[in-house]
């Protein structure tokens, strides 16, 4: 990538690996959290302290861009895959009822961040059209929630393979996840800590380009 460039986003599908590529415009982002706190009733005291109930998952909300214009498709085609995130997948079930649910999704943006989650809400602004009406350009809002406990802040340095920074690897064609896990840590049996620390849903199915992270192995 040249120097100065604007660094692209993904979106992927955690249960089928499909990653949808987009411009991200770094202007701006909405990070929250919510913690839960009961009023205490004071007796006798003007103030209680209030009790803690426990704290609710990140939110993150993004703008992202899409323009097919010099393509000349209609930019639907590669957005449709954003909302395909929002529907059912049989790869996925709940484990209480078993009944199918949503994919997870991991949002990436460059090396050095990543949020684990859920989409809750997506809406997608046209912005450009051909003379004959087609869409080629559109901003998609997405809303998502946390859905693992893991670092949310970029990693200062993501390439170093120490315990202050998680190194990273991208898959190539042909690779497994057994071959990757014998290159980073030495041992094919890994891949099993590879793949849950990718939340992978099924591992023996990697895309060409797909970032993963490689945490040190549980001493």
Known sequence: MAPGSLEEATITNLSDQVVVHCIFRPKEYIIAKQNQWTPAKAAGAHVEPPKFNGGQPKTLQVDLMFDTYEAGTDVRQTTSQLWGMMKLTPKRKDRATGKSEPPHVE???GRMWSFKSVITSISEKFTLFTPAGMPVRSIVTLQMLQAADEDFWPRQNPTSGSREGYAMHMVKEGETIDWIAFLEYGSSNA???????????????????LRLVVPPLKE
């Open 107 to 109: 949002f990436r943006w």
């Open 191 to 209: 891949w099993r800590h590879l793949a849950d620390a990718n939340n992978l849903d099924d591992p023996g199915r990697l895309r060409p380009g």
